[in-house]
Protein backbone atom coordinates (compact mmCIF):
# COMPACT_ATOMS: atom_id res chain seq x y z
CA UNK A 1 0.00 0.00 0.00
CA UNK A 2 3.14 2.42 0.49
CA UNK A 3 4.35 1.87 -2.79
CA UNK A 4 1.14 2.56 -4.01
CA UNK A 5 0.66 6.00 -2.05
CA UNK A 6 4.25 6.69 -3.18
CA UNK A 7 3.68 6.63 -7.12
CA UNK A 8 0.38 8.40 -6.63
CA UNK A 9 1.98 11.17 -4.58
CA UNK A 10 5.03 11.23 -6.83
CA UNK A 11 2.26 11.33 -9.84
CA UNK A 12 0.18 14.52 -8.04
CA UNK A 13 3.74 16.64 -7.52
CA UNK A 14 4.57 16.31 -11.26
CA UNK A 15 1.16 17.01 -12.38
CA UNK A 16 0.73 19.87 -10.26
CA UNK A 17 4.76 21.68 -10.77
CA UNK A 18 3.90 21.33 -14.73
CA UNK A 19 0.43 22.01 -14.83
CA UNK A 20 0.92 25.21 -13.02
CA UNK A 21 2.91 26.96 -15.49
CA UNK A 22 -0.26 26.35 -17.92
CA UNK A 23 -2.62 27.63 -15.04
CA UNK A 24 -0.69 30.65 -14.86
CA UNK A 25 -0.03 32.31 -18.70
CA UNK A 26 1.21 35.36 -17.30
CA UNK A 27 3.92 33.60 -15.65
CA UNK A 28 6.78 36.22 -16.55
CA UNK A 29 10.64 34.86 -14.93
CA UNK A 30 13.35 37.24 -14.01
CA UNK A 31 15.94 37.92 -16.78
CA UNK A 32 18.54 36.14 -14.84
CA UNK A 33 16.67 32.69 -14.04
CA UNK A 34 15.44 32.76 -17.90
CA UNK A 35 19.21 33.21 -19.10
CA UNK A 36 20.04 29.77 -16.36
CA UNK A 37 17.16 28.02 -17.64
CA UNK A 38 19.17 28.07 -21.06
CA UNK A 39 21.97 25.56 -19.28
CA UNK A 40 19.59 23.42 -18.42
CA UNK A 41 19.38 20.92 -21.15
CA UNK A 42 22.92 20.79 -21.35
CA UNK A 43 23.61 20.10 -17.32
CA UNK A 44 20.86 17.59 -17.57
CA UNK A 45 22.44 15.82 -20.96
CA UNK A 46 26.12 15.95 -19.36
CA UNK A 47 24.61 14.49 -16.04
CA UNK A 48 23.31 11.09 -18.02
CA UNK A 49 26.36 10.91 -20.61
CA UNK A 50 29.32 11.43 -18.76
CA UNK A 51 28.82 8.54 -15.77
CA UNK A 52 28.30 6.48 -18.91
CA UNK A 53 31.30 7.76 -20.85
CA UNK A 54 33.84 7.20 -17.24
CA UNK A 55 31.86 3.89 -15.59
CA UNK A 56 30.79 1.58 -18.15
CA UNK A 57 30.10 -1.31 -16.12
CA UNK A 58 28.27 1.31 -13.45
CA UNK A 59 31.20 -0.26 -10.67
CA UNK A 60 34.37 0.85 -11.96
CA UNK A 61 36.28 4.47 -13.33
CA UNK A 62 37.29 3.13 -16.96
CA UNK A 63 39.90 5.43 -17.64
CA UNK A 64 41.73 3.51 -20.12
CA UNK A 65 42.34 3.10 -24.10
CA UNK A 66 40.40 0.12 -24.13
CA UNK A 67 37.30 2.31 -23.09
CA UNK A 68 35.38 2.75 -26.12
CA UNK A 69 32.29 4.62 -24.68
CA UNK A 70 34.95 7.23 -23.48
CA UNK A 71 36.74 7.15 -26.72
CA UNK A 72 33.84 7.48 -28.84
CA UNK A 73 32.60 9.94 -26.78
CA UNK A 74 35.12 12.23 -26.94
CA UNK A 75 35.34 11.88 -30.66
CA UNK A 76 31.93 13.01 -30.61
CA UNK A 77 32.44 15.91 -28.95
CA UNK A 78 35.05 16.94 -31.16
CA UNK A 79 32.54 16.19 -34.54
CA UNK A 80 29.91 17.88 -32.92
CA UNK A 81 32.73 21.08 -32.36
CA UNK A 82 33.81 20.60 -35.60
CA UNK A 83 30.22 20.26 -37.83
CA UNK A 84 28.15 22.09 -35.52
CA UNK A 85 25.83 19.16 -37.45
CA UNK A 86 23.60 17.27 -35.05
CA UNK A 87 23.27 14.15 -37.14
CA UNK A 88 26.39 14.52 -38.24
CA UNK A 89 27.35 14.05 -34.72
CA UNK A 90 25.32 11.13 -33.86
CA UNK A 91 26.04 9.26 -37.04
CA UNK A 92 29.74 9.99 -36.44
CA UNK A 93 29.90 9.11 -33.11
CA UNK A 94 27.52 6.21 -33.85
CA UNK A 95 30.12 4.93 -36.42
CA UNK A 96 33.44 5.80 -34.22
CA UNK A 97 31.91 4.20 -31.32
CA UNK A 98 30.69 0.31 -33.03
CA UNK A 99 34.27 0.73 -35.23
CA UNK A 100 36.13 1.07 -31.43
CA UNK A 101 34.09 -2.02 -30.13
CA UNK A 102 34.64 -4.08 -33.53
CA UNK A 103 38.39 -3.23 -33.65
CA UNK A 104 38.48 -3.65 -29.28
CA UNK A 105 37.12 -6.83 -29.85
CA UNK A 106 33.76 -5.90 -27.52
CA UNK A 107 31.38 -6.72 -30.28
CA UNK A 108 29.18 -9.45 -29.18
CA UNK A 109 28.40 -11.19 -31.92
Not at 62 to 73: K, P, S, V
Not at 95 to 108: D, M
Amino acid sequence: MNTWLLILGMALITFLIRYSLFALPDLRFPPLVRQGLHYVPTAVLTAIVVPGMLIPDGQHWALTMQNAYLLAGLATIAIAALTRHLLATIGGGLLVFFVLRWWLGQLPL
